[in-house]
C-alpha cells in the first residue's frame, strides 16, 4: 500500500511528495513489529534504489512468510534524485544535517519533520546510503560510538565485510540516523557502493543481510542464508591514503580486495605534461574498503582506506 | 599594507589555488581579524572585504592604527566558486563554512579551513561577513552563537540596527564563528541587505560598523557616526510567515519597514491563470527583519520574519 508521507505543493503545477510503501502480512495479529529502510536522502545515491526494488520483490513473492510489517521509503529527498542533486533542490540544503526537522522550520527541515515523525516508533530502521560519485565503498555499517552498543547486535546480521564504529561527532547529531536512535528507534546506517551508479552484488549481499535481521526480528520466517561474520573496527584499523598531488589518478588495485604494505595503490599523473606526480603506496596490509572512483583529484582528495588485516 | 600568502593549493588545470590577507598595523597584538566571502554567492561579502582593504589602508597611511595592534583581512576564501558561479565548493560541493576548524591531514576541502583557521586564529576580535541558509533579504544585523563566550553587549558596539542570539545546532559547530569563539576569539558574523548581488548602501554600512566596532575597542582611531543602540533579538522569537499556497511570490512590505497585525505582506498568484490564490496578512504588530526575494515561492515556505511587538 503507497502512502504520502509528505507533501508540498510546487511553484507550478507539481506536487514534491515523500511516499512510502507499507507491506502487511497476509494475516496481521496486531502485534506485528515495524521495520522501515529509507533511503535517498542524497539525491546522487542510488545504491539503495536497487535494494528497495529488490527487498519489495521478494517479500511480494514470498508474502506468506512475512510475518511483520515492512516499510519501505525509498525517496526522502525525490527532487533531488530526480535532478541528479546530492542536495535539496532550490535551497541546497544536504537533508542529512537537519534533522529531526521542525514544523515551523525552512520547507526542507519540515519534510525533515514530517519524516522523523513518520518514523518514529518503528522497532527497527536501516539508512541506506551509497558515499558520494568520488569514492566507491564496500557495504558496510556505520555506528556512532555513543550508540554502537545497542545496535552491534543487529549490525552483525546485515551480511556485511565490516562494521565500523566511529567516534561521536557533534556535527553528526543532525543527521536522521542519530535523530532517530536518540528517539528511540535502533537506526542503522548502510554505506555501500558509489554515487550515481547500481552495484548489483553489493545490492543483493545487502538485501540477503536484511532478510537475515528480519528473521531475527521475527518479522520474516521463511529461508535465509548464514549472514558474513563482520569485522569490527573502532577506526584505529584503518589506514588512509590522501592524495597529495592534483591530477588524474589511475588506480592500480582492485576495490574489495586485499593488499600488502608497501604495495602500488595507483599513480597521479599529469595528462598535460605526460608525468607521473605521485605514486601511492599501502600504508599497512590490509583490505581496501574505500577506493576512489571519480580519477579527478585535488591536492587532499581520499585515494583509499584500508582496513588493517590484524583484525581479522 | 602587508600582503600575505594565507592558503596556497596547486591545481591540474586550473591557476593554483591561493588566499591572500591584507596586513593593516605592526606585527604586534592580533587584534582583530576579517574574512569575507567563504560561498561562491557571497559577492556582496567579497566586495565589503574589498571596501575595508581600501579603508583601512587610507587609516593606517594616516597613523590610525593604535599602538601594535594588527588587523588581517582575507576578502575571499573561495573565490574559486565565485569564478564559475558555484554556491559552494566547486569541485565537490562542500561548504567551508561548515569544515572549521578543518585537518591539516584530511580531505582537500578540509586541509583548506584548516590552513586558514591556523592563521585567523588567535585574534581578540573575529569578524565575518556571512550569508544565511535561508535566501533573501534580511536588515543589516549582528549575529552571535550562544556558546557560553558570546558577549551581545560587544555586538552592540557594531552600532548596526539588531543583534541577533542565535542557539547553535549540531550543524553550526563546524563554522567559523563557532570555532573562533571555543578559541577564545569573540566572533562577529555581519549580514546585510544583499548575498548574490551588490548592495552599495548596505555594504558600506557593514563596512562603517567594523570601523566604528574598532575604534571602539580601542585598535583604530576613525571618526564616524555613533550608529544605532541595537535591539538584541533572539532567533527563535523571531515569528515565521508561511505561505499557504505556491505560486508567483508578490511582496508588500520590505526588510525594516513596520507592520501592523493584519497588514497585507504578500499576494501568492496561481502561474497558469494569474488569479490570485491567498493574501498573506502580517499575523503580528512588529518589524519585517526577513524578506524571501524570488519571484516564486513553495507552499509553506517561509517567506517573512517578523519581529514581534517592536515599532520602528
Known amino acids: ?312 | 599594507m602587508r600582503r600575505e600568502l594565507i592558503f596556497s593549493m596547486k591545481n591540474t588545470y586550473r591557476d593554483d589555488f591561493r588566499v591572500y590577507g591584507y596586513h593593516f598595523g605592526r606585527s604586534g597584538s592580533k587584534a582583530a581579524c576579517i574574512v569575507g566571502n567563504m560561498r561562491g554567492n557571497e559577492v556582496q561579502q567579497l566586495y565589503i572585504g574589498s571596501l575595508l582593504v581600501k579603508m583601512l589602508r587610507e587609516i593606517e597611511m594616516h597613523g590610525g592604527i593604535v599602538g601594535d595592534n594588527e588587523i588581517l583581512v582575507i576578502p575571499s576564501v573561495n573565490y574559486p566558486a565565485v569564478n564559475v558561479g558555484k554556491h559552494f565548493w566547486p569541485t565537490d560541493n562542500t561548504d567551508l563554512n561548515r569544515l572549521f576548524p578543518g585537518n591539516p591531514t584530511g580531505e582537500t576541502t578540509s586541509r583548506l579551513t584548516a590552513g586558514i583557521f591556523e592563521k585567523v586564529k588567535g585574534y581578540g576580535y573575529g569578524i565575518q561577513f556571512g550569508s544565511l541558509s535561508m535566501a533573501g533579504d534580511y536588515v543589516p544585523h549582528v549575529r552571535m552563537m550562544e556558546t557560553g563566550y558570546h558577549n551581545p553587549g560587544l555586538a552592540n558596539l557594531f552600532g548596526l540596527p539588531y543583534v541577533v542570539i542565535r542557539k547553535p545546532t549540531p550543524y553550526d559547530t563546524a563554522t567559523l564563528n563557532y570555532n573562533w569563539q571555543m578559541n577564545g576569539t569573540n566572533a562577529f558574523s555581519i549580514h546585510t541587505a544583499a548575498t548574490d548581488q551588490i548592495d552599495e548602501e548596505s555594504a558600506r554600512q557593514a563596512a562603517s560598523s567594523v570601523l566604528r566596532f574598532l575604534t571602539r575597542m580601542g585598535i583604530i582611531r576613525y571618526h564616524s557616526h555613533n550608529g544605532y543602540i541595537a535591539s538584541v533579538i533572539r532567533e527563535e522569537d523571531l515569528t515565521s510567515v508561511k505561505t499557504d499556497q505556491a505560486g508567483f511570490f508578490r511582496r508588500a512590505v520590505n526588510p525594516g519597514e513596520e507592520v501592523a497585525r493584519g497588514d497585507l505582506m504578500a499576494t501568492i498568484i496561481e502561474p497558469g491563470t494569474g488569479e490570485i490564490l491567498s493574501q498573506i496578512m502580517a499575523p503580528t504588530d512588529g518589524i519585517v527583519f526577513f524578506a524571501h526575494s524570488q519571484p516564486l515561492v513553495m507552499e509553506r515556505a517561509i517567506i517573512f520574519k517578523v519581529i514581534r511587538r517592536l515599532h520602528s
Open chain 1, 1 to 312: 500500500m503507497i502512502k504520502t508521507v509528505a507533501s508540498i505543493e510546487l511553484p507550478v503545477n507539481e506536487t514534491l511528495e515523500i511516499r512510502k510503501n507499507v507491506i502487511q502480512p497476509e494475516h496481521l495479529t496486531g502485534e506485528e513489529k515495524r521495520f522501515c529502510i529509507v533511503t535517498g536522502t542524497h539525491g546522487d545515491e542510488l545504491e539503495g534504489q536497487y535494494v528497495c526494488y529488490e527487498l519489495n520483490r521478494r517479500i511480494q513473492e514470498q508474502r506468506r512468510h512475512l510475518k511483520g510489517i515492512v516499510e519501505i521509503y525509498p525517496a526522502l529527498n525525490p527532487l533531488g534524485i530526480d535532478t541528479i542533486t546530492r542536495a535539496f533542490p532550490v535551497v541546497d540544503v544536504d537533508m542529512n544535517r537537519i534533522f529531526p526537522g521542525t514544523e515551523d522550520g525552512s520547507v526542507a527541515e519540515l519534510l525533515a519533520g514530517k519524516i522523523t515523525e513518520d518514523l518514529a516508533g518503528a522497532d527497527l530502521c536501516i539508512d541506506i546510503h551509497a558515499s558520494n560519485i568520488y569514492i566507491r565503498e564496500i557495504p558496510q555499517v556505520r555506528l556512532n560510538e555513543s550508540t554502537s552498543n545497542n545496535l552491534l547486535e543487529y549490525a552483525k546480521y546485515l551480511n556485511t565485510e565490516f562494521v565500523w564504529v566511529h567516534p561521536a561527532a557533534t556535527v553528526l547529531e543532525s543527521t536522521l540516523a542519530h535523530t532517530m536512535n536518540m528517539l528511540g528507534v535502533p537506526t542503522l546506517v548502510v554505506e555501500m557502493g558509489v554515487g550515481m551508479r547500481i552495484t548489483e552484488k553489493f545490492c543483493f549481499q545487502l538485501v540477503d543481510g536484511i532478510f537475515c535481521l528480519m528473521k531475527k526480528l521475527g518479522i520474516w520466517d521463511g529461508d535465509v542464508l548464514t549472514p558474513k561474520e563482520p569485522i569490527i573496527s573502532l577506526g584505529g584499523e584503518v589506514g588512509l591514503v590522501n592524495a597529495e598531488k592534483p591530477g588524474l589518478f589511475v588506480s592500480h588495485v582492485k576495490h574489495r580486495h586485499d593488499i600488502r604494505k608497501g604495495e602500488v595503490i595507483g599513480e597521479i599523473v599529469n595528462p598535460l605534461k605526460g608525468t607521473v606526480e605521485e605514486t601511492l603506496y599501502a600504508p599497512c596490509d590490509g583490505l581496501i574498503f574505500t577506493l576512489r572512483a571519480y580519477p579527478m583529484v585535488e591536492t587532499g582528495a581520499l585515494i583509499a582506506r584500508i582496513l588493517e588485516r590484524r583484525q581479522s
